[in-house]
Every structure is written in structure tokens, then in C-alpha cells.
Nanobody, 129 residues
Framework: QVQLVESGGGSVQFGGSLRLSCAASGETYTNACMGWFRQAPGKEREGVAGMSTRSDRTYYAASVKGRFTISHGSAENTLYLQMNSLQSEDTAMYYC??????????????????????WGQGTRVTTSL
């Protein structure tokens, strides 16, 4: 079994930056597809960014492209989400997710919440003026 734990959430001013972390433990995979999702009050959970830990190829939702960066950092089994130019629309609970590696380098379903197997408990991000 794989356990995922998010951290780094908090409150930030409009236009500010925040970095989220996701630590994986248990029966972790050397090659995997991982992603960040978010859910705001009254809205469905949506994919924000995803990546292949094998090739480091990344994928982004149009709403965050150019502002957010997903990466697999120097620490083993750790996923990051660097968020810049934060807007009020970015306020949400952010979740880390993982699933086994796929032949297309994680492309298909990388931002699809129903495609993922493992989930963290989430970390809250809020913005204010």
C-alpha cells in the first residue's frame, strides 16, 4: 500500500507564491504517474498538474499553465507543486495523487481524478487581498 501526505498549504496574499509538498511512503513505485488535484467549495475535484516520474514529462491544466510548476524534487519519493501569481480562483483543498506508470508516459488520464489509485488527505490553500 502507498501512503501520500501533503504539506505546505496555508494563506497567501493575492499574487503571492506557495509551494506544496507530497511525501510518499509504503510500497512506492520507481516509475509512476503522479498529480495534483484541487477542490473548491461547491465545485468538483479537478486536475491541476501531473507528471511521469520516469521521464519527468509534465502536464498542466489550462487554468494554471504558466503559473504552476510540478516537479519531483531531490528528496526521494517527494512531489512538489510550486504555485506563483496566486488568484482567488486558486483557493481550494489540494490533493496529491498517484497511480502505476502507463505506456504512454502518463499522458492519458493524467488530469483525470477517476484514473488515480492513491490519494492524500489534502492541504488547504487560501488567498486574500
Amino acid at each position: 500500500q502507498v501512503q501520500l501526505v501533503e504539506s505546505g498549504g496555508g494563506s497567501v496574499q493575492f499574487g503571492g507564491s506557495l509551494r506544496l509538498s507530497c511525501a510518499a511512503s509504503g510500497e512506492t513505485y520507481t516509475n509512476a504517474c503522479m498529480g495534483w488535484f484541487r477542490q473548491a467549495p461547491g465545485k468538483e475535484r479537478e486536475g491541476v498538474a501531473g507528471m511521469s516520474t520516469r521521464s519527468d514529462r509534465t502536464y498542466y491544466a489550462a487554468s494554471v499553465k504558466g503559473r504552476f510548476t510540478i516537479s519531483h524534487g531531490s528528496a526521494e519519493n517527494t512531489l512538489y507543486l510550486q504555485m506563483n501569481s496566486l488568484q482567488s480562483e486558486d483557493t481550494a483543498m489540494y490533493y496529491c495523487a498517484a497511480r502505476p506508470y502507463s505506456y504512454d508516459d502518463c499522458g492519458y488520464g493524467v488530469l483525470d481524478r477517476d484514473a488515480y489509485t492513491y490519494w492524500g488527505q489534502g492541504t488547504r490553500v487560501t488567498t486574500s487581498l
